[in-house]
T-cell receptor, first 109, second 112 residues
Framework: QKEVEQDPGPLSVPEGAIVSLNCTYS??????FMWYRQYSRKGPELLMY????GNKEDGRFTAQVDKSSKYISLFIRDSQPSDSATYLC?????????FGPGTRLSVLP | DTGVSQNPRHKITKRGQNVTFRCDPI?????LYWYRQTLGQGPEFLTY????????KSRLLSDRFSAERPKGSFSTLEIQRTEQGDSAMYLC??????????FGQGTRLTVV
């Protein structure tokens, strides 16, 4: 079992839809949780950073962490074609960051 | 631009040659990470530095790979005797005390 699991997609949604992206993990030592957006042939761009269980909102993005279930989510409201990218979850337990494989999202105009 | 800077952006090399990549982190960040990413996969950890000390190396980092961070500032990643399997995107990230990590645009290596 991999430490971080993520549905690779591709996920296609119409413009304006609410998108839900998810990761599960097995290592309860993970303390910090991040979501990155990566456009093709570019470096990952940090979107959200959370520590505790619960929700964190930033504009159209909401990150949700459930440590008891070892499950994190990223919600994108009013999705735009410019949101089309690969979304990577990452987790940190103080030494380095472990990434999921990424979910490829396409938002269709 | 105060982000993480990586050079070169692209590198094409013949098998067996040595290559070196450079990473300039965000200036106040004390931690620096190297990751490797292949198509369709998430980044895989290679190594990380806290200031000038290399504190962890992945098993992925064979003896052909070496990384340095002299004086705790920029870092270099060298690959000796490159193989076709080394073709990947090499990503550098920096953070302050292990919190949010910010990535550079990466160096895309192609070994022919």
């Amino acid at each position: 079992q991999k430490e971080v699991e993520q549905d690779p997609g591709p996920l296609s949604v119409p413009e304006g839809a609410i998108v839900s992206l998810n990761c599960t993990y097995s290592n309860s030592a993970f303390q910090y949780f991040m979501w990155y957006r990566q456009y093709s042939r570019k470096g990952p761009e940090l979107l959200m950073y959370t520590y505790s269980s619960g929700n964190k909102e930033d504009g159209r993005f909401t990150a949700q962490v459930d440590k008891s279930s070892k499950y994190i989510s990223l919600f994108i409201r009013d999705s735009q074609p410019s949101d089309s990218a690969t979304y990577l979850c990452a987790m940190d337990y103080g030494q380095n960051f472990v990434f999921g494989p990424g979910t490829r999202l396409s938002v269709l105009p | 631009d105060t982000g993480v800077s990586q050079n070169p952006r692209h590198k094409i090399t013949k098998r067996g040659q040595n290559v070196t990549f450079r990473c300039d982190p965000i200036s106040e960040h004390n931690r620096l990470y190297w990751y490797r990413q292949t198509l369709g996969q998430g980044p895989e950890f290679l190594t990380y530095f806290q200031n000038e000390a290399q504190l962890e190396k992945s098993r992925l980092l064979s003896d052909r790979f070496s990384a340095e961070r002299p004086k705790g500032s920029f870092s270099t990643l060298e690959i000796q005797r490159t193989e076709q399997g080394d073709s990947a995107m090499y990503l550098c990230a920096s953070s302050l005390q292990g919190h949010e990590a910010f990535f550079g645009q990466g160096t895309r290596l192609t070994v022919v």
